[in-house]
Nanobody
């Protein structure tokens, strides 16, 4: 059974930082590109960042560029999202997702597995 479990969310003041983790189990982690998406209340889920299986290719949304960093540790079956300079508009539930044999897509329909999400709240 494939499981993706996010952690690290919480409440932070504007300008602060959070580090999210997503631990994967039940799959061959190296075969998967990994992505982070988010969904704010009343809005559609949106792409945040993605990383290829090797970690070489990384892509970010315009809002994440320069502030967020995605990384992975294939030995630990874990993908991370370091978020700096957080703003209230970053408030959302953050989800990690796994794309088999992918290079990392910004399209959520390309992903095969999803985590349950972790809440990030940024206060002004």
């Amino acid at each position: 059974q494939v499981q993706l479990v996010e952690s690290g969310g919480g409440l932070v003041q504007a300008g602060g930082s959070l580090s999210l983790s997503c631990a994967a189990s039940g799959l061959s982690f190296r075969n998967y590109a990994m992505g982070w998406f988010r969904q704010a209340p009343g809005k559609e889920r949106e792409f945040v960042a993605t990383i290829s299986w090797s970690g070489v290719n990384r892509n970010y949304s315009d809002s994440a560029k320069g502030r967020f960093t995605i990384s992975r540790d294939n030995a630990k079956n874990t993908v991370y999202l370091q978020m700096n300079s957080l703003q209230p508009e970053d408030t959302a539930v953050y989800y990690c997702a796994a794309e088999e044999w992918g290079l990392g897509s910004s399209l959520d329909q390309q992903y095969d597995y999803w985590g349950q999400g972790t809440q990030v709240t940024v206060s002004s």
